[in-house]
């Protein structure tokens, strides 16, 4: 086998543009996809027909069996992921052209994730984050921010927002970007991310105390 096909090859990433020009682009293509969902209006949710594993791409239903691959989007709506990056490209790119929308996606090896310069920061090897939901799910990312984003959105962050809560002082969630390294999370809805995994676990901690959700959150 000629060693250049042994060679592993470039992770796919999807890069979105929303229509006042802010970019989503993940280093996960499930964040990248269900944040785009997330910013579209829920009453287009109905019209959206696409499946995936035999099942609706969206629903008010957590499918029971296939819950690892169902994600928290908002108002009580869920988002099948189970799916390669090339399928979730062709899904966004069928919606975009069903209602016309103003959005641009991607899908390419050579994009910078949004999330990449706060990995860069590191001076050393980070700790990992281990977030075990009351109903036996995890959320458990590549690293502490895909982690604590999974929570964010498997809790659903107009949830957090309802309930004002704050971490060193501020707002956990907003409704504009109000400050650096705030990653948008919905809608109009904006995370406070703290820059290190300890911080990022007592956020997490204090969430879990305020909304009574039994979360068991570790640093591994």
């Not at 980070?126 to 075990?132: G, I, N, T, Y």
């Not at 990312?141 to 498997?154: S, V």
Request: net charge positive; with cysteine; proline share 3%.
């Amino acid at each position: 086998m000629d060693e250049n096909l042994r060679q592993r090859a470039k992770k796919k990433l999807l890069r979105v543009t929303l229509p006042d020009g802010s970019v989503i682009c993940h280093k996960s293509t499930t964040m990248t996809f269900v944040e785009a969902l997330a910013n579209l209006d829920t009453s287009l949710y109905d019209s959206i027909s696409l499946e995936n594993s035999h099942e609706p791409l969206l629903s008010k239903t957590a499918y029971s069996g296939n819950e690892e691959y169902v994600k928290s989007l908002c108002n009580g709506w869920f988002v099948n992921v189970n799916s390669d990056s090339d399928k979730k490209f062709r899904q966004l790119l069928v919606i975009i052209r069903q209602f016309n929308l103003n959005m641009q996606v991607e899908i390419g090896t050579d994009f910078i994730a949004s999330d990449v310069k706060v990995v860069q920061k590191k001076k050393k090897r980070d700790s990992k984050l281990l977030v075990k939901f009351s109903n036996g799910e995890y959320a458990a990312g590549e690293n502490p921010i895909d982690t604590l984003l999974d929570t964010i959105w498997q809790i659903g962050p107009e949830n957090i927002k309802r309930k004002e809560l704050s971490f060193m002082n501020k707002p956990i969630i907003t409704t504009m970007k109000k400050y650096n390294g705030q990653v948008q999370v919905g809608q109009d809805l904006w995370l406070t991310v703290p820059s290190q995994t300890k911080e990022k676990y007592k956020m997490l901690r204090i969430i879990d105390a305020m909304m009574k959700l039994k979360l068991e959150v570790s640093i591994i």
